[in-house]
């Protein structure tokens, strides 16, 4: 039975490279949004020179470029901690490109804290962008406090995981009573 569960243990370990299909992925999806980010800029840009843009909507396309940039910011961290943390951890060791010093800081934890708040920010970008774009009707004051929920949810999450984290990372204290020596 050892030898059973000593051989799936390495075939599990081997397929971790199966993850990289999901990493090239993201990857793609960051060319995605790279593609998305210049023609959107590249008509604001027009608009700019060629026609008239009232105030509220320029602040609007511009926010709608930096949710855009967060995004492709938290895919990339996505895929660049997750081959490092899952995938290899030595493709750095062996090559010229210069690692990027909060990796070395990584690990499930720090990732899942940093893709809360990445999500924290381009929720209150998004709410903002939400409320900046609306008129104040019954349908839109609706839609502003969903929204105000699920940004407070998203917060209350992040909060949840560093609370937890910091919880299981307490050493308990030493039970022998006070004045003894070890």
């Known amino acids: ?3 059973i569960l000593s051989g799936f243990g390495s075939l599990l370990y081997r397929m971790r490279f199966t993850m990289l299909f999901f990493y090239v992925g993201l990857v793609g999806i960051i060319f995605g949004i790279l593609g998305k980010f210049v023609l959107e800029t590249y008509k604001l840009m027009n608009t700019l020179l060629f026609a008239d843009l009232q ?6 396309k511009v926010l709608e470029l930096v949710d855009m940039t967060m995004v492709a910011q938290l895919v990339w961290v996505v895929a660049l901690a997750g081959v490092s943390l899952f995938v290899t951890t030595d493709h750095f060791d062996n090559s010229d490109m210069k690692k990027p010093d909060w990796l070395d800081h990584v690990n499930t934890y720090n990732l899942k804290l940093k893709l809360a708040f990445a999500i924290i920010s381009i929720s209150g970008v998004h709410a903002l962008k939400t ?3 609306g008129e104040l009707t019954l349908a839109s004051v609706q839609v502003m406090t969903m929204i105000a929920i699920i940004h407070f949810t998203f917060v209350l999450s992040a909060i949840g995981i560093s609370f937890a984290e910091r919880l299981t990372r ?11 020596e070890p």
């Open 1 to 3: 039975m050892e030898k």
């Open 55 to 60: 105030k509220i909507d320029l602040i609007i």
């Open 131 to 133: 409320y900046l774009s």
């Open 170 to 180: 307490e050493t308990p204290h030493d039970s022998k009573p006070h004045g003894t």
